[in-house]
């Protein structure tokens, strides 16, 4: 499916479920059995782990519709480049949607500076240097910082990966940042 269908798909679907209008689709017995025989993704979504962006749910798709890699933060790393050029390369898909959200905590903490234990201060370390340029004092700092995120996760992605670039020299794939309101259920594209 070139990226164009598969973007108006995606959007499509989001604008069922903000309105609450979904249609569920593909989630019978008949479409399971299916799905046996391969999956087909029309797209792929790196979001955030957060448990308010479920992807299935807030795009309006079913079994076998979107191929999806989460992280706190959408933070990426070899892994996650990797599970995407599969998505890319083996699977065929044509879009990849970068879906950072209102209030994420990751982007929070690191912008607060938040002393973290463990394993976290890999994320702050991931983040930081999208969040560098931001002005922690201007109006809606978060939000901007979550956007700027989200906009920097999608060139790295392209940066990193030359699988990734490749196919989106050639037109067979399209990176496209975006941003989901938690109180409308809406994603606004960010480029
Ligand atoms: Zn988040």
């Given at each position: ?140 700092a978060i ?30 794939l399209r ?17």
């Amino acid at each position: 499916m070139h990226h164009q269908k598969a973007l108006k798909q995606l959007i499509e679907g989001n604008r069922r479920f903000a309105a609450m209008k979904q249609k569920h689709p593909h989630q019978t017995h008949a479409h399971r059995q299916e799905l046996v025989e391969g999956q087909h993704p029309f797209a792929a979504i790196l979001s955030c782990s957060d448990s308010r962006v479920p992807s299935e749910i807030v795009f309006d798709q079913g079994l076998g519709d979107l191929f999806i890699v989460r992280t706190a933060g959408h933070t990426i790393d070899d892994l996650v480049i990797a599970s995407l050029e599969y998505a890319v390369f083996v699977l065929k898909v044509s879009l990849i949607m970068v879906v950072g959200h209102e209030q994420c905590g990751a982007v929070t903490a690191v912008l607060t500076g938040q002393e973290l234990p463990g394993h976290l201060p890999a994320l702050a370390h991931h983040l930081n240097p999208a969040l560098e340029s931001i002005d922690t004092q201007a109006d809606h700092a978060i939000e901007t910082a979550i956007k700027i995120n989200s906009c920097y996760t999608a060139r790295t992605l392209i940066n990193h990966s030359e699988v990734l670039r490749q196919a989106t020299e050639a037109d067979q794939l399209r990176i496209v940042p975006a941003y989901y309101d938690l109180k409308t259920g809406v994603i606004e594209l960010l480029a």
